[in-house]
Nanobody
Framework: QVQLVESGGGLVQAGGSLKLSCAAS????????MAWFRQAPGKEREFVAGISWSGGSTSYSDWVKGRFTGSRDDAKNTAYLQMNSLKPEDTAVYYC????????????????????WGQGTQVTVSS
């Protein structure tokens, strides 16, 4: 059974940093791209960042580019999202997802391309 567990969220002041983790089990995740999405109250889930199965390609939404960095450690079956220079508008529940298909080139940015999700971790940025 595939399981994803996000952690690392919390309350931080604007300008601060957090590092999210996504621990995966039940699948050989080194074959799959992984991505981070977020959902703020009253809004749809949106793409934040993703990393290809090889780790050689990353993708970021325009509103986090230059501030957030995605990475993965396949030996630990874990993906990470380093978030710096946080802003109040980054407040949301952050989810990690696993690509629906293995070996795909690049990173997909729509949630329908990911078929497993964690329970999410809350990130709150105060002004």
């Amino acid at each position: 059974q595939v399981q994803l567990v996000e952690s690392g969220g919390g309350l931080v002041q604007a300008g601060g940093s957090l590092k999210l983790s996504c621990a995966a089990s039940g699948r050989t995740f080194s074959r799959y791209a992984m991505a981070w999405f977020r959902q703020a109250p009253g809004k749809e889930r949106e793409f934040v960042a993703g990393i290809s199965w090889s780790g050689g390609s990353t993708s970021y939404s325009d509103w986090v580019k230059g501030r957030f960095t995605g990475s993965r450690d396949d030996a630990k079956n874990t993906a990470y999202l380093q978030m710096n220079s946080l802003k109040p508008e980054d407040t949301a529940v952050y989810y990690c997802g696993v690509d629906r298909y293995k070996w795909r080139v690049g990173v997909r940015t729509t949630e329908y391309d990911y078929d497993y999700w964690g329970q999410g971790t809350q990130v709150t940025v105060s002004s």
